[in-house]
T-cell receptor
Framework: DAGVIQSPRHEVTEMGQEVTLRCKPISGHNSLFWYRQTMMRGLELLIYFNNNVPIDDSGMPEDRFSAKMPNASFSTLKIQPSEPRDSAVYFC???????????FGNGTRLTVT | AQSVTQPDIHITVSEGASLELRCNYSYGATPYLFWYVQSPGQGLQLLLKYFSGDTLVQGIKGFEAEFKRSQSSFNLRKPSVHWSDAAEYFCAVGTNAGNNRKLIWGLGTSLAVNP
């Protein structure tokens, strides 16, 4: 079991550029979550997919953020255009649904200058 | 509104000492409670969870937590801390066991362990 795999681990970009974060969930997990972690706000749920379908995107900050899950083994979170306030660690997590625990990836540390 | 409070931002203990990390929640019904641990540069890992039944739950790495409804608390404990326990600890409250997205997270407690 390779766990949840996120790429890249670190991303440094300039304001206005497009950023794409990638996630491969654990095989067999049917729920996928994108979180953002900052010192000030802690962990924030951005969006949640169940069986590849977005269920709740109310946590997505603004239209600059979008997420897709084209199949059960891949998801992307895109920010276009990026802004300095988007700097944070972005986590992807997957689970088998129900009350099963979340399995987190190691995160992508995004820095927007 | 539901909320989770971890009153201690940072705690330092000596190796071998006992540990208690506090977690208080605000929720009108019976909550579902979780503790996660985050090592530097890594994602969060589940330590233990409480859904129902025995209010004292055992987790991995020798941790336990006790749900006290009267105090709206779910404190994490370990009788003897190891240097490898130094990490960030997060308490979370779920409003529906079947709905992970409803997790409300505390801001975390950073644990340092002195040799």
């Amino acid at each position: 079991d390779a766990g949840v795999i996120q790429s890249p681990r670190h991303e440094v970009t300039e304001m206005g550029q497009e950023v794409t974060l990638r996630c491969k969930p654990i095989s067999g997990h049917n729920s996928l979550f994108w979180y953002r972690q900052t010192m000030m706000r802690g962990l924030e749920l951005l969006i949640y997919f169940n069986n590849n379908v977005p269920i709740d995107d109310s946590g997505m900050p603004e239209d600059r953020f979008s997420a897709k899950m084209p199949n059960a083994s891949f998801s992307t979170l895109k920010i276009q255009p990026s802004e300095p306030r988007d700097s944070a660690v972005y986590f992807c997590a997957s689970s088998q649904g129900g009350g099963s625990p979340l399995h987190f990836g190691n995160g992508t540390r995004l820095t927007v200058t | 509104a539901q909320s989770v409070t971890q009153p201690d931002i940072h705690i330092t203990v000596s190796e071998g000492a006992s540990l208690e990390l506090r977690c208080n929640y605000s929720y009108g019904a019976t909550p579902y409670l979780f503790w996660y641990v985050q090592s530097p540069g890594q994602g969060l890992q589940l330590l233990l969870k409480y859904f129902s039944g025995d209010t004292l739950v055992q987790g991995i790495k020798g941790f336990e937590a006790e749900f006290k409804r009267s105090q709206s608390s779910f404190n994490l404990r370990k009788p003897s801390v190891h240097w490898s326990d130094a990490a960030e600890y997060f308490c979370a409250v779920g409003t529906n066991a079947g709905n992970n997205r409803k997790l409300i997270w505390g801001l975390g407690t950073s644990l340092a362990v002195n040799p």
